[in-house]
């Protein structure tokens, strides 16, 4: 089974900008479609955006379109996620994860595989 590790997290003033890194190892990637999903305490996990497992499709929750990029490289075997003009709603851990479905989802129940989460903090 595939195994995520996030990276790139940290303390941001709101208007700033980050990238988050999830680097896969035992599995390539290029067989899975990717997502990245946030939780912030006392809140249940969200989606934040998904891709596709060429890259040529993305999805976004409505909360992070047009601020968020995500993008994949497969022979890096490495998922991203831009993050730019973030506010501090934007607060959360973020975690990377990997699925087998047929199409891209956005629940988390459809993704198997889970990196242990990388905080991410924006302050007013």
């Known amino acids: 089974q595939v195994q995520l590790v996030e990276s790139g997290g940290g303390l941001v003033q709101a208007g700033g900008s980050l990238r988050l890194s999830c680097v896969a190892s035992r599995r390539t990637i290029s067989t899975y479609l990717m997502g990245w999903f946030r939780q912030a305490p006392g809140k249940e996990r969200e989606f934040v955006a998904a891709i596709s497992r060429s890259g040529g499709s993305t999805y976004y929750a409505d909360s992070v379109r047009g601020r968020f990029t995500i993008s994949r490289e497969n022979a890096k075997n490495t998922l991203y996620l831009q993050m730019n003009s973030l506010k501090p709603e934007d607060t959360a851990v973020y975690s990377c994860?990997?699925?087998?479905?047929?199409?891209?989802?956005?629940?988390?129940?459809?993704?198997?595989?889970w990196g242990q989460g990388t905080q991410v903090t924006v302050s007013s």
């Open positions: 994860a990997a699925s087998q479905a047929a199409i891209v989802p956005t629940t988390p129940r459809a993704y198997a595989y």
